[in-house]
């Protein structure tokens, strides 16, 4: 059959999916003719493309190479034809130095031609790895993406999912069930919403395939082409209106409040793609313009737990820091964090090592740096949210910051424990011992004599001066040891 013949209900073909991702009429087919191999297991069948859609066009008129896989020919599985199409297109990306977006609907490894096609898989993944931080890389799964076809699409930059259709695991419930007994489905095991929730393997969550290629559009407006190229640039726009940021920070410092609202006040337009969005949203990243000019900004979410930073919220973080690093993307930081989530699951789950994740990432990322601490700064909390003595460059503080050991009320019962022990009046005590410890220990201005942050300014004022930071550090420089590369604690 040839490609993109009968297909599931509700679905679009291969080339209809790349034409409704480019624009119109810049498709440029690549391996057209290409056959499938003979298996040699009697089966004439050997379609034209094998399976693949290759080629590559425009978006937004800028160069694109992409690659759909075709479910009509042999399920969208991967052949020897099938691998090398989508290697050479791979190879293509990056001696062209442009972004890769592969949509993918298949059914693994093509069982009938056996290792020539894990032998594929192996070497799209070794491209994967060579273009990681040199071009862009997204994945958009449209389909079933089981086995050994997940693990490219990991590798990637990011990943989108449509909600309902899109599946993702290593091994499918029929073959869980017959190996430990466990009942499960599709969607419970690996769909859509699980990857976006649950285990955050994907970044994305489409309600349907336009949604999802509207998507990959919209992302691709943030990045540059590759490594060695700036961000775009569009014309510069006012912040989005919001809440006054005067007034956003509640008196006490339990209060929650949604610091997607300080973000929109700040960013141009208040437009942020989410990354992740559904993911350990005690953190939010996300991209979005400052004065026309990307920037990837990374920030505590009071609204859940508190800000705090746990395991998931940490690689999440630290995932997104090294993409921006690695594309030149300024790092844009606001702070609220109570610090790291202490308890027996975390320590068992490996906080120590998956939160040094992001210590590392800030700490080795050499794009511009600037951060505001807004509330609550406290401990190692304080340390990684783009501290100065992680290597940021500019480091604000609203009058409102608290930075910190730990709150007031855990340090006066660490500090004057005897005393309040001893006390007739406990109660009376500890209130006047925590007002002198927050008129004193708990403002920004301890820091700033220091250095550690660079102004206090009213928080009325932050676009202007995060607008003025990054325009001072557009021609940072900032050499880093020659070595093969780091090792960070994964």
Not at 9 to 32: K, P, Q, Y
Not at 239 to 247: K, S
């Amino acid at each position: 059959m040839a490609p993109g013949g009968p297909r599931r209900r509700g679905e679009h073909g291969a080339r209809e999916r790349i034409n409704l991702l480019l624009d119109v009429g810049s498709f440029t087919e690549t391996g057209l003719f290409v056959r499938g191999r003979p298996t040699g297991d009697g089966t004439a069948r050997r379609p034209y493309g094998d399976g693949v859609v290759t080629g590559y066009g425009t978006v937004d008129g800028r160069p694109v190479c992409v690659f759909a896989q075709d479910p009509t020919v042999f399920g969208g599985s991967m052949g020897e034809a099938f691998g090398e199409k989508t290697v050479a297109l791979m190879d293509l990306a990056l001696k062209t130095g442009c972004p890769v977006v592969g949509l993918n609907d298949g059914g693994g490894a093509r069982i009938q031609e056996g290792v020539a096609s894990l032998a594929l898989y192996a070497e799209l993944v070794r491209r994967n790895v060579k273009a990681s931080g040199v071009i862009p890389q997204i994945s958009v799964v449209l389909g079933p993406c089981a086995g050994g076809a997940a693990y490219s699409p990991a590798i990637t930059d990011f990943t989108v999912m449509v909600d309902g259709a899109s599946h993702m695991f290593v091994t499918g419930p029929d073959v869980i069930e017959a190996v430990t007994g466990e009942r499960t489905g599709a969607e419970e095991l690996g769909g859509a919403r699980t990857s976006n929730t649950v285990n955050g393997n994907a970044h994305f969550l489409a309600a349907d395939e336009m949604d999802a290629l509207d998507t990959v559009r919209d992302l691709l407006s943030y990045l540059p082409a590759n490594n060695l190229e700036p961000p775009p640039r569009y014309a510069p726009a006012a912040a989005g209106a919001g809440v006054p940021l005067d007034e956003i920070v509640p008196d006490r410092l339990a209060q929650a409040y949604d610091m997607r609202d300080v973000l929109r006040s700040v960013v141009d337009r208040g437009e942020l793609l989410e990354i992740q969005e559904l993911f350990a949203p005690n953190i939010v990243c996300a991209l979005a313009l400052v004065e026309g000019a990307p920037v990837g900004v990374v920030a505590n979410q009071p609204l859940h737990a508190a800000g705090v930073l746990d395991i998931d919220a940490s690689e999440k973080a630290a995932r997104f820091v090294r993409f921006c690093d690695a594309f030149g993307l300024p790092l844009l930081t606001f702070a609220d964090v109570p610090g790291y989530l202490s308890g027996v699951r975390q320590e068992q789950g490996g906080i120590i090592r998956r939160g040094a994740k992001l210590l590392y990432a800030y700490a080795e990322a050499t794009v511009p740096k600037v951060t505001v601490v807004v509330r609550k700064a406290y401990g190692g909390g304080y340390a990684v949210m783009g501290s100065k003595h992680l290597g940021a460059d500019i480091n604000l503080a609203w009058p409102t910051a608290r930075i910190a050991v730990m709150g007031a009320e855990g340090a006066v019962g660490v500090l004057h424990r005897r005393e309040l022990a001893a006390s007739d009046d406990p109660d009376a005590l500890r209130a006047r011992l925590v007002a002198g410890y927050e008129s004193t220990h708990g403002t920004p201005y301890l820091a700033a004599e220091r250095g550690y942050v660079d102004a206090v300014i009213a928080p009325r004022d932050t676009r202007a001066h995060v607008c003025r930071a990054l325009r001072a550090l557009r021609g940072k420089r900032a050499p880093m040891p020659e070595r093969r590369h780091g090792n960070i604690p994964l």
